[in-house]
């Protein structure tokens, strides 16, 4: 399989993996052939990019790294938690701790874990994907740090609900196209402190949980809010989760913005470390970001074509690409790998829509 982006899919190309609508309902089953019906349901939906069945790449995998079940629970536990607290229910506590320690579990079941799979959503479903992947992406970074169980489910927790107080802000202003003003700006700033204050609401929620949601947008320079702090004057939770949330939101697509991938995102998490995120976080951060996830159509600077069909995990930036097209654009019959760490003189020189 690999990933295209949707205005590429052309009647009769297979699904490869299960497309979903934003509650969660099933909307295209892995394996089934593409309909323009479909194509067109997938496009009013906002879903920019599926993986679809190739014979070059019938034998490519592209696993999550949490339980697909998993994910769309979590995604729907994140959403009743944001209902219920603007109707003013009860919160189960308990399920919400449940739910990070399933992630957990997952993710400690595998070894030398990379990112790979691009989540697909639809437009409509940004803030409760983004909050488990954010989720997820903060764990990663706890495992690499050596935390224990119990502040990994502590760290889970605070990133699972970190944007919780967006529930309490204008759709018009968190969707809107054009740049926010100062008044716009100040409105959405408020959701840190509306989350923090909506979170110590909820029995046996813990306080180290509760401070990510009022805190992860600080910065390690002291330029963020609410507070301006600085260094180690912020939550090291925040400063994990101030990562995550940022590397999910650049690659994502949003009505203001497109994303853009993830090799470039790294480069931005990284860049900034000392400025504006903790270093030794964005260090044990990125141990886990493929930079060049499985899937992906590259070309190199010979101006071959392939896809990357292995990432090495010390290496990023040098995954294993299968060369599918010549230099001259020529589909090849006998189509040889490459690892990259094996040849310094090949570089990944783009990343492709299609081939």
Known sequence: MHRIKIDFIKNGMIAAK????????????????????????????????IYIHAEETADVIIEDIIREQNRLEAKKLVQKVMEDLR??????????YQQVTSIIDDLLRKKDIMVHLC??????????????????LSILAGISLGYDDRKLQQLGVGALLHDIGKMWISLYILNKPDLLNDEEFNEIKRHAEIGYEMLRRIPEMEGDAIVVALTHHERYNGSGYPFGKK???????????????????????RVYKKKILPHQAMTYVISTAGNLFDPQMVK?????????PVGYLVSLNTGEKGIVVDANHHFPTRPRVRILYDAKGKKLMNRKEIDLTQHPSLVITDVLEKL
């Open 18 to 49: 299960n497309i979903y609508t934003s509650d969660g309902k099933l909307l295209i089953t892995a394996g089934v052939e593409l309909k323009e019906i479909y194509i067109h349901r997938l496009k009013e939906l906002g879903i920019g990019e």
């Open 87 to 96: 109707l003013g229910k009860s919160i189960d506590t308990l399920e919400i």
């Open 119 to 136: 989540d697909i959503r639809a437009a409509d479903d940004y803030t409760f994907a983004h909050s488990v992947n954010v989720c997820v």
């Open 231 to 253: 260094g180690e004057d912020i939550h090291e939770y925040a400063r994990i989760v101030a990562i995550a949330d940022v590397y999910d939101a650049l690659t994502s697509d």
């Open 284 to 292: 044990h951060f990125v141990k886990h970001i493929a930079a060049y």
